[in-house]
């Protein structure tokens, strides 16, 4: 990598067309009105938030997350004789009565002998849910080591579900991506973050984390400035105050760097050091120092930090209709 000093501008340039009349003799010029494409601030550039906007990261982290498992065996129901072909059994379609209870036990109902059942571990018995995975469940492996395990490498997805709303908020859905131990794929929620980019800077106003949802920012703290609409290098910025807590988070542009990741080469990232102390309960493992690289309209390329260890790098993106890695 080569450090680099930021561009400071950003210019746009316009033109015009000159018109000829057609059934005078002299000739005649007007101007023609192009449509004026809105000005963008230098971080809209380098993080595009716009609707259906996506990227995915591979993330090492020094916690862990639960996989997904599926709990204990499952009932199937009792058989019946679908006459609408709906894939359910509704009133007055027949069915045989195995536990003869005089009405129908179907997959959600409370499993009773002699229903029939998934028979996950193959031990011959009903086993209901426990809380735990046990042998022979099914469970979505996100860190790709073919057993059930806490995961602290992981695949995560994330994708802009809502932009431009009425309050200036662009929301960012999470998931984490894996595989079934039974081959299919699956996906688990991860986590939603709310961030606005427009003139006043990119500003992250909320997060929900996957295991505590009691840190929603919003509800305790001011929002996280992590730029300028314009950054300045080496300029500092001092933001948030939560309530019964001094947490905050300083951030400044360092400068530029050339960052290589899976996705392709990126010249000329903007990097940012942040610095956040005092958050607590699970928000806790955010403090300390770490950075962040943003890519021109490709949005957040890579981080590091704040634990030893911790990174976060570009897999791939689709970012205004252009995908990465591009086709060779």
Not at 299 to 323: D, H, N, Q
Request: proline share 7%.
């Amino acid at each position: 990598m080569r450090a680099r000093t930021l561009k400071s501008a950003v210019c746009l340039g316009a033109g015009a067309l000159l018109l000829i009349g057609g059934c005078t003799k002299k000739k005649s010029t007007s101007p023609v009105e192009e449509p004026v494409e809105p000005t963008l601030t230098v971080m809209q550039q380098y993080f595009p938030l716009d609707y259906g906007d996506s990227w995915t990261w591979e993330v090492i982290r020094d916690y862990w997350i639960p996989e997904e498992f599926v709990d204990g065996d499952s009932s199937l129901g009792e058989p019946f004789t679908d006459v609408n072909q709906n894939g359910r059994h509704d009133d007055l379609e027949p069915y045989e009565d195995l536990n003869d209870n005089q009405k129908y036990d179907g997959p959600n109902d409370p499993w009773t002998p002699p229903v029939p059942f998934a028979d996950r571990n193959a031990n011959g018995d009903y086993d209901a849910p426990n809380g735990y995975w046990n042998q022979g469940e099914s469970f979505l492996d996100i860190d790709g080591n073919g057993v059930y395990s806490w995961a602290d490498t992981l695949t995560l997805c994330a994708t802009v579900s809502q932009s431009g709303t009425p309050e200036g908020l662009t929301t960012l859905d999470g998931r984490l991506l894996g595989t079934y131990s039974d081959g299919h794929p699956g996906e688990m929620w991860a986590e939603l973050d709310l961030y606005s980019n427009d003139s006043l800077g990119l500003i992250w106003h909320g997060h929900i984390d996957l295991e505590d949802t009691r840190d929603f920012l919003g509800a305790l703290c001011e929002p996280v400035e992590i730029a300028a609409a314009e950054p300045l290098e080496g300029e500092p910025i001092l933001s948030t105050h939560c309530l019964f807590t001094n947490a905050g988070v300083i951030s400044v542009l360092e400068g530029t760097e050339d960052v290589n990741v899976p996705a392709g080469d990126f010249e000329d990232c903007l990097r940012f050091k942040l610095y956040a102390t005092g958050w607590d309960w699970s928000m806790e493992k955010y403090n300390g120092v770490s950075y962040r690289w943003y890519a021109k309209d490709v949005g957040l390329v890579k981080s590091t930090g704040p634990r030893s260890g911790e990174s976060r790098v570009l897999k791939s993106a689709v970012v205004s209709g252009v995908s990465y890695p591009g086709v060779p």
